[in-house]
């Protein structure tokens, strides 16, 4: 099978309902928490992709016991100081940032130095920003260039608590502290900015060490050390991330109507469903409920008979940093001119995302307007595109592929997209349900 994706042809319109997978965010966190619990903690629907699987294979490293059984996964947890820290352990995060950065603060305590290290993307991204907090613990870091992976670890047995700040709205800087606060004598505190809080929710469902005053514009955070971690049984709700694609892709097809079952609407991730509204696309949340402190619920889409243009609010930013290469799709279909700010964090992803996203309406021939943290789309609700579109060189970043598969099937043109394995990292069997969204038009064409 050639590693690319050939489009030629628009999506018709559809009437359908969905599953998608597990949700990554917090299939990372189930394991990690799972891996220092006392006890056996069972999960189902856990994401099968690249960047879980990197998270199995380095607590197994670490000692902990992983089986899978038909459609669940099973952790053996040793308890908060279970791991096994041999000599020489070399730990591979592969493309994900969540596991890299979050896995670190388990690590503050490691008796022997463990080496970290990831695949191209990952290594290009910035973990001075996770280890200068962590160094504040007690333990020390040594990193490429200061900055990078692979970086080596070796931990402390005298751990003290820290003040915090974390000012960039990084869930994994501020996830990766509280775990090291969870190891660490004394009470550590946090000011956070504000961004997704599944790690304290977690916390506070295990009835952890952990105080939350939600301010304003920012939450302040205590956490203190944790004796024992009771284990964690998880049906784990569908990715809102991985939905994100499906939910713009019926707001751009004619006539169409969507339901995602399950889907994780944690407050602090739904800023995708606050934009699209805003844009004239109507969702709605049904079935909603409250699952071990996470909201859940399934998502209907309705495509709009046209979209608004947007001046997104700078608060709607944190809640949809995963989300915004898909949005300008949105923006490049409204009548006018969208305008989007506060954008720094999308280049310090798997790849400069907010460079991409305007290369990509680029070369849909939108016109857009990029600095250094926001870009300006100017809208066209009659384009068409009919000349041949490439898209390849963009670091394997599995939302780029994904984005560039939605704009082929909505404005149309002859497309090729490379690196279809990128998807493995998060989202393997994305185009398995594009073919189902497409099943009845067989004339379709995916290479």
Known sequence: MPNSVTIKKQIRQFKKKIIVSGDKSLSIRWILFASIAKGISVAENLLISEDVMAAIESIKKLG????????????????????????????????????????LGLLINCQHSIKLIGDKSLSKRDFKRISDPLSKFGANFKL???????????????????????????????????????????????????????????????????????????????????DKIKPLNYKIPSDISSSAFFMVLTALSKNSQLIIKNVNINPSRIGIINILNKMGVKINLINTKIYKGEKNADIEVLSPKYIKPINCPANLTSQAIDEFLVIFLVAAKARGVSYFK??????????????????????????????????????????????????????KDHRIFMTSVVAALTFGGNWKIHDRDSIKTSFPNFLKIIK???????KKKYN
């Not at 016109?367 to 100017?378: A, L, M, Q, Y």
């Open 64 to 103: 902990i016991k992983v089986k899978f059984e038909k459609k669940r996964c099973i952790i053996y947890g040793n308890g908060i100081d279970g791991y096994k820290y041999k000599k020489n352990i070399i730990l591979n995060a592969k493309n994900s940032g969540t596991f890299g950065r979050l896995i």
């Open 144 to 226: 490429k260039n200061y900055k990078n992976l692979p970086l080596i670890i070796k931990g402390s047995s005298n751990l003290k608590s820290i003040n915090y700040n974390e000012n960039k709205g990084s869930a994994q800087c501020k996830s990766s502290v509280i775990l090291g606060a969870l190891r660490s004598n004394g009470t550590t505190i946090i000011k956070a900015k504000k961004s997704r809080n599944h790690t304290e929710l977690i916390c506070k469902y295990l009835r952890l060490p952990i105080k939350i005053n939600n301010k304003k514009n920012y939450d302040q955070i205590k956490v203190s050390k944790a």
């Open 342 to 395: 506060n954008l720094s964090e999308l280049d310090k992803k798997e790849s400069p995302r907010l460079k991409w996203g305007s290369k990509i309406l680029n070369k849909m021939g939108i016109k857009n307007i990029v600095t250094k943290d926001s870009i300006k789309i100017f809208g066209n609700p009659d384009l068409k595109i009919k000349k041949n579109v490439i898209i390849k060189n963009y670091l």
């Open 436 to 442: 189902k969204l497409n099943q009845n038009d067989k």
